[in-house]
């Protein structure tokens, strides 16, 4: 019996010093230089309906599997691969296919990409691609404390009606200030298929509770919140509307939309969207400004990704 107790202290004495042992997990990656290649997101903004009969479940480049569903399908409105994920190809011209569940041909276009991060916008299933450069750097807040903003980039891919027409006007973002409630202009005059700048977006954690715009912070004592006790992150609700801007400048008022049809009444444009401090995210105005249904088919309405 103490020979067999001796044994099974040197078998404890031998997994202790194995459990030890320093074991370091390898992961299967490989550096990518984004001077030398292209990183691409593929997103889907034709103005359609969202149906089962027209969910991709494939694509492919230069005949070559890009993506496969798996457990999910690129419909309307939809992205792959995911938010601040990329696909990498070399820079040049390529081709590409989108395929439905009975594996026929849905979508297919050559598209141009150099280097750097691009996203590619369906807008029209007998168009090529929108490409949209998003090599610029980043925005970024450096503070003693904490930041009391977040970033946002107007993509316009809203044609006038549901013929595709290109509108003869710009479009450029506000925001309603969540702290004196004015409002101000967030990106500069884009047209069709053009991304703005980034611009930035005041978020007041501590906003009151009014209309649904109150920030993540609120509900806190007030000596908790403010200079010196602020806390390092925190959100909230924030209001969009857009103006239309002439080809010689002008200002031609703020824009409005209808989902009945030509002639029918329209309504002045107004969304609003939850802003984190130090987020970038993309606000992508779509569909037709004129359109007979609502903002789930073909009419206007902005779509948000956010990238980092």
């Not at 807040?141 to 009606?161: C, G, H, K, P, Q």
């Not at 290109?166 to 884009?190: F, R």
């Not at 009014?210 to 993540?216: A, E, F, L, T, V």
């Not at 006790?229 to 409005?256: E, P, Q, R």
Request: net charge negative; with cysteine.
């Amino acid at each position: 019996m103490k020979f067999l107790k001796y044994i099974i202290i040197a078998f404890a004495s031998m997994a202790a010093l194995v459990s030890c042992d320093k074991h370091e997990q390898a992961y299967k990656c490989e550096q990518v230089d984004a001077s030398e290649k292209a990183l691409i997101q593929i997103m889907r903004m034709v103005p359609e309906a969202s149906t089962t009969a027209t969910r991709v479940m494939s694509i492919t480049i230069d005949d070559q599997v890009l993506w496969q569903e798996n457990y999910t399908y690129l419909g309307a409105r939809g992205m792959v691969p995911s938010q601040s994920r990329h696909y990498i190809l070399d820079p040049g011209t390529h081709h590409m296919k989108w395929f439905l569940a009975d594996g026929s041909i849905f979508y297919e276009s050559d598209f141009t990409v150099g280097a750097g991060m691009q996203d590619l916008f369906v807008t029209d299933l007998a168009a090529a691609p929108i490409v949209i450069d998003n090599t610029a750097e980043y925005p970024s807040d450096v503070t003693d404390i904490t930041s009391t903003w977040a970033y946002i980039r107007l993509v316009n891919l809203m044609y006038e009606d549901e013929n595709k027409t290109i509108p003869d006007y710009k479009l450029q973002y506000y925001y309603q200030d969540p702290t004196d409630l004015e409002w101000y202009p967030v990106s500069d005059p884009v047209g069709f298929g053009e991304a703005a700048e980034w611009g930035r977006v005041h978020v007041d954690q501590f906003a009151p509770q009014r209309s649904g715009q109150s920030g993540s912070g609120s509900s806190r004592n007030a000596d908790d919140n403010r200079v010196g006790y602020a806390v390092s992150s925190g959100s909230c609700t924030v209001y969009y509307k857009a103006k239309m801007i002439g080809a010689d400048g002008s200002d031609l008022g703020w824009m409005t939309y209808t989902f009945k049809g030509e002639g029918s009444t329209e309504s002045e444009y107004k969304d609003y969207w939850t802003a984190y401090v130090g987020r970038k995210s993309i606000h992508i105005m779509r569909g037709c400004r004129i359109s007979s249904t609502n903002n789930n088919t073909s009419g206007a309405y902005v779509s948000q990704t956010w990238k980092y």
